[in-house]
């Protein structure tokens, strides 16, 4: 680019009278304008990055108890000194005398060299500084000269993978042994932790594992008492001989008297094992996790999904469409709280998607001291005893027109008549708004229907006899809302 800058100089000085007979100073003022013009070309340099060490693997938001790290791959086939390189962006690091990476080799360097989650790798035994930020970062290898040998301009969006923000995944690279840092040539790493010190993608060794299909037309064992099954049930060799047997892969056990309707509107599991998404078994849209919700394996419930009760949620993706007087529903979980009662969010919301009031200020949620239903400023809630701590507990909301019912192990507990609706559709969060009112505990089972189950499939639900793909519905027809959730 080329740019003309015209400069006017002004120039005052002051001289002596030297004519003869003049014995005092005169002071003269000459201004001399003149106008200079000249042509300054401005380039903008850009250091090419040299390909000789490049960035090959980045975990820049591990999950809960992990550590920062990144991960070097030297791209020659010889041995290459860092004596005196540096990392240079969010994070620094100086490479003192004497350092060397083997032909073809990888190097990690980490906020923590000691991490358990990098013991036996090749890592840098001195520490980084600074911190590299969840939602992008310039970083930059730099060599004992200042040249810039490879440069990572990642993002947690756009045209960035977004499953290594905060889910246990890495930023890794697809071409391993190529200089190429745009965002096509990155992706999030198939395993949770990333594969420091090892190949981006390992290949298999073995043969896939074969699984035998059992046809749903099958006969299929159940348990018909109304004890709970022992324990071991899920054992490999549990002897089920004496347990009733007949077809039907989903519900079996008495009939139910009343008519089963469409099922669930939303119904979340919360089983996964690892991975960012909360799957949705009744819709196409799944739950997204953020900020690091942990999966964990409860001694009582198996896979469940764990909130901290700091900043972690799950948004859904879905909006509860507006709720009149008219319109039905049902909310249901399974919650073992792991703090005293309190307003924070564990299904529902409390502000509007940008995050603040909606106006008038409304919102819908279920919390550990009670549900809340609030509009124009003033709150029509169910006020009941604490959730339970340290304690699995089933708890449900119907409403059948201006009517709220709370249930607790299937029990009723609570009521409330609402004297309006609301004036907009709900964004729908599990374990806080957004980053806000954030619920410490553990949570299975969550779904939502269009009706208002019958207390009768509440109480199937909290002895878990029914699940929520099974439990009847009162109507048997087109949920209430004459709609689904809306994404």
């Not at 892969?249 to 998404?277: N, Q, T």
């Not at 008038?360 to 006020?383: L, V």
Request: proline share 6%; charged share 25%.
């Amino acid at each position: 680019m080329e740019t003309t800058i015209i400069f006017t100089i002004i120039n005052t000085r002051k001289e002596k009278d030297i004519s003869p007979g003049k014995s005092n100073l005169l002071t003269l003022t000459r201004i001399i304008i003149a106008f200079l013009c000249f042509t300054v070309s401005m380039h903008r340099a850009m250091a090419s990055a040299d390909s000789v060490v490049v960035f090959n693997e980045v975990q820049y938001h591990p999950a809960a108890e992990g550590v920062e790290w990144i991960e070097l791959r030297n791209l020659m086939g010889v041995r290459v000194d860092l004596s005196g390189w540096k990392l240079a962006g969010g994070i620094e690091l100086r490479f003192e005398e004497g350092t060397v990476m083997d032909s073809r080799g990888l190097l990690l360097v980490a906020a923590d060299p000691q991490h358990a989650d990098l013991k036996g790798q090749n890592v840098h035994p001195r520490a980084f500084t600074g911190r590299l930020n969840n939602g992008g970062e310039s970083i930059r290898l730099e060599n004992n000269s200042g040249r810039i040998m490879d440069r990572l301009d990642y993002q947690d969006g756009v045209d960035w993978p977004v499953g290594a923000d905060g889910s246990g995944a890495t930023l890794t690279k697809i071409r391993e042994n190529t200089a190429d840092g745009g965002p096509k040539n990155w992706r999030a790493s198939l395993e949770l932790g990333g594969t420091p010190g090892q190949p981006n993608v390992r290949t298999l060794k073995s043969s896939p594992p074969e699984f035998a299909l059992v046809s749903l037309d099958s006969n299929w064992r159940f348990y018909t008492e109304s004890d709970s099954p022992p324990t071991h049930w899920r054992d490999l060799d549990f002897d089920d001989q004496d347990w009733s047997e007949g077809a039907g892969a989903f519900h079996a056990g008495k009939d139910w008297k009343g008519s089963v309707g469409e099922g669930p509107s939303a119904y979340w599991p919360l089983d996964a094992s690892s991975g960012i998404r909360a799957k949705n078994l009744a819709g196409d849209i799944d739950g997204r996790l953020r900020n690091g919700p942990r999966w964990v394996v409860d001694s009582e419930r198996g896979p469940v999904l764990e909130f901290d009760g700091i900043n972690d949620y799950v948004t859904t993706g879905m909006s509860v469409p507006r709720i009149t007087l008219e319109n039905d529903f049902t909310w249901a979980f399974w919650a073992y709280s792991m703090k005293p009662g309190n307003v924070n969010v564990i299904i529902g919301n409390r502000y509007n998607p940008d995050g603040a009031d909606f106006s008038p200020r409304e919102f819908i949620k279920f919390t550990s001291a009670a549900f809340e239903f609030h509009r124009s400023s003033s709150g029509e809630d169910i006020d009941y005893s604490d959730f339970p701590v340290d304690v699995w507990a089933h708890h449900a909301v119907t409403k059948q027109g201006p009517r709220l019912t709370y249930f607790r192990n299937g029990i009723s507990m609570g009521k409330q008549v609402i004297s309006s609706g609301l004036n907009h559709p709900q964004p729908l969060y599990f374990g806080g708004d957004q980053d806000r009112e954030s619920w410490k505990g553990r949570l299975d089972d969550v779904a939502i229907w269009e009706t208002a189950l019958p207390p009768e499939s509440i109480r199937g639900l909290a002895d878990e006899t029914l699940k929520p793909n099974t439990a009847p519905t009162a109507s048997g027809g087109v949920g209430n809302f004459g709609t689904k959730l809306t994404s």
